[in-house]
């Protein structure tokens, strides 16, 4: 790394949604082939975390996401492009679906599946983090939303 190169990780949210034991995932085209995730994405500037979560689950699903505790925040380095990420990702509920709304470039659809279906897809699983972050809901980690502060 070169004396003018900074090194960041890239700032990510992610939106744990569980409704009638099923949870709420995104098929999408990546540079390696099709690949199912959280909705999900990058935090932008001037955006708090939790606008972000939001912004990132309508785009992606078509509904609105109410962020109800932070799940956890997972640092993960991409073995393909060597880029590292912190998610941060958060418990919510989801209403309002908008059918019509045109989702996400690269977004195929909103897809529920069940804890079953997710683990034997875990091959097609866009990172770790999805299958990580679904078993740590299952295993009733929380936190409340208070413990990020956006200043």
Request: charged content about 20%; some cysteine; proline content about 4%.
């Amino acid at each position: 790394m070169t004396q003018d190169t900074q090194w960041m990780p890239h700032a990510t949210v992610a939106a744990i949604v569980e409704q009638d034991g099923k949870f709420l995932l995104v098929e999408e085209s990546t540079d390696r082939g099709n690949r199912f995730n959280q909705p999900a994405g990058h935090l932008e500037d001037n955006e708090s975390l939790l606008q972000a979560v939001v912004r990132e689950t309508l785009e992606e699903t078509a509904y609105q996401f109410e962020p109800q505790a932070l799940l956890g925040i997972y640092h993960w380095k991409h073995e393909h492009n060597d880029t590292t990420y912190l998610r941060f990702a958060y418990i919510g509920s989801v209403n309002n679906h908008q059918p019509l709304l045109a989702l996400d470039e690269g977004i195929i659809r909103a897809v529920w599946m069940t804890i079953d279906e997710i683990r034997s897809k875990h091959l097609l699983l866009r990172s770790p983090q999805v299958l990580s972050c679904i078993e740590d809901y299952l295993r009733g980690q929380k936190f409340p939303l208070s413990v990020v502060t956006h200043l």
